[in-house]
């Protein structure tokens, strides 16, 4: 499993590759809190590296949106295969999530909010 964490503009943008293990999951949850409590709450999660999810990415994903917006920040996912939207689609979860086709679009959303909230 690898990750990184790249930021712009005040969005933090985590790549993965892989969210499959619980364990490796949790590393990068609390890679998460940290930036949280470093005030980073708004992120993008590129997963342009990923074909498939199962219950235990979206439970990952659900972990950070709920860490995120209890900081009073989002977060977008960006660059979804057909196999994780069709997940998303079939346990609801795109209503929750703000789904992006490439991290740029994601993050002229949140350049945007930014505008709208000043």
Same mark, same amino acid.
């Given at each position: 499993m690898a990750y990184s964490f790249s930021e712009k503009d005040g969005v933090q943008i985590? @790549?993965?590759? /892989?969210?499959? /293990?619980?364990?490796?999951n949790q590393e990068i949850i609390r890679a998460v809190e940290d930036k949280i409590e470093a005030k980073f709450t708004e992120f993008v999660v590129d997963l342009e590296q990923m074909d498939f999810m199962n219950s235990i990415g979206l439970t990952f994903?659900? @972990?950070i949106l709920t860490r995120s917006r209890n900081a009073g920040g989002d977060v977008g996912i960006a660059n979804l295969s057909e196999n994780i939207k069709k997940i998303l689609l079939?346990?609801?979860l795109n209503s *929750?999530?703000?789904?992006?086709? /490439?991290? %740029?679009? *994601?993050?002229?959303f949140f %350049? !945007? %909010? !930014? !505008?709208n909230s000043l």
């Open positions: 985590l @790549s993965v590759d /892989n969210l499959l /293990n619980p364990l490796d994903l659900i @972990s079939v346990t609801r *929750a999530f703000s789904i992006y086709g /490439n991290v %740029e679009d *994601a993050l002229s %350049e !945007k %909010e !930014k !505008k």
